[in-house]
């Protein structure tokens, strides 16, 4: 039995899936896109094992004008499942909005920020048409506008819910500072507020520790993006060239990549991890990371490893800037 977290008032594995690189071109795989079958099985073998929680955003798309391009893949995935209706029910689906695409096409071509009400409205609509759903159980603001004051975008992201396409409100890519301003002016989960926050979290990329003490002290899941480093640091840490990951893996017997899931959650009790996935054998290692267990000493000793030099993305020292 998977472990269970509490994500406002669901109750999920201890591990999410995040669904994005089956929407991405890859070196390793890069006819992966062009073979929906085969990415929807990939999500078929992780909700066989047990996950219940499969993350996506709108803007996870080959190109700009392919936008829901992995919402269409995580819809059809769930509803041809062969998984029971008891099952299913247990099963939460999560997207995000608030970016917008340039028409270069590339994954660095994401440009723009739009938190105005009627996009945001649009936005939804989309994304629960592309899944299939009536209502889209936990929707999470990808990216802050900086054209609009936080507090007006804020409440323009809260009225989804009255809006009646949204259940749950999720915030991604917030500093403290802005997660007080959203717990004070819309809640905690046992408020009806927001119940989860979805920020860069990595054995390489920690900044930003104070959001997760919020997390913890008000309940509110915190979803690390990029669990194991992402793209560019995922080979690293396996190799061994972040931390003493892969040399206590080693030890233990298993692979760097479960001993690092392993970490988030042994850490902090509101971590629910969503590692990126595009194959099958890459979730299943990673789900592996629930059932090890880390002593004190051993957080310790992998915490006093991890590099502390990384910088802190540019995008979000504009965040920090602004008020809240």
């Not at 723009?112 to 759903?133: D, I, P, Q, T």
């Not at 669990?227 to 640091?233: A, F, K, M, S, V």
């Not at 979730?283 to 592996?288: R, V």
């Not at 880390?294 to 991890?306: K, M, N, P, V």
């Amino acid at each position: 039995m998977i472990p269970q977290r509490k994500l406002g008032p669901f109750s999920v594995s201890a591990i999410g899936m995040g669904c994005m690189p089956l929407s991405f071109p890859h070196d390793r795989d890069p006819d992966l896109i062009n073979d929906p079958d085969r990415a929807i099985a990939v999500i078929h073998s992780a909700l066989d094992a047990g996950i219940t929680l499969l993350d996506t955003a709108d803007i996870y798309a080959p190109s700009w004008n392919t936008m829901g391009h992995n919402e269409i893949l995580v819809g059809k995935a769930f509803h041809s499942w062969n998984g029971s209706a008891e099952q299913k029910a247990k099963v939460v689906l999560t997207t995000k909005a608030g970016i917008t695409r340039e028409k270069d096409g590339t994954m660095f071509g994401i440009s723009g920020r739009n938190a105005s009400k009627h996009y945001l409205f649009r936005a939804v609509e989309a994304s629960a048409s592309k899944m299939g759903l009536s209502k889209i159980p936990l929707w999470q603001h990808h990216r802050t506008d900086p054209a609009i004051s936080y507090e007006d975008q804020f409440e323009n992201i809260m009225t989804l819910k009255e809006h009646g396409y949204v259940q749950e409100i999720g915030l991604s890519n917030v500093n403290a500072q802005m997660l007080r301003h959203a717990i004070k002016a819309g809640g905690t989960p046992a408020q009806g507020g927001i119940i989860s926050v979805q920020n860069e979290y990595s054995p390489n990329y920690h900044h930003w520790a104070d959001v997760i003490e919020i997390c913890n002290e008000n309940g509110i899941a915190f979803l690390p993006w990029s669990p194991l480093g992402g793209g560019r640091n995922f080979k690293r840490l396996g190799s061994g060239e972040i931390g003493a990951f892969k040399s206590m893996a080693d030890n233990k017997g298993v692979s760097p990549y479960a001993l690092t899931i392993a970490w988030h959650l042994a850490k902090f009790p509101t971590s629910i991890p969503i590692p990126g996935a595009s194959k099958a054998s890459s979730i299943l290692d990673s789900l592996e990371g629930t059932k090890i267990a880390l002593t004190s000493a051993e957080i310790a000793e992998l915490d006093a490893s991890c590099p502390t030099d990384t910088p802190i993305n540019d995008e979000l020292l504009d965040i920090a800037k602004l008020k809240s």
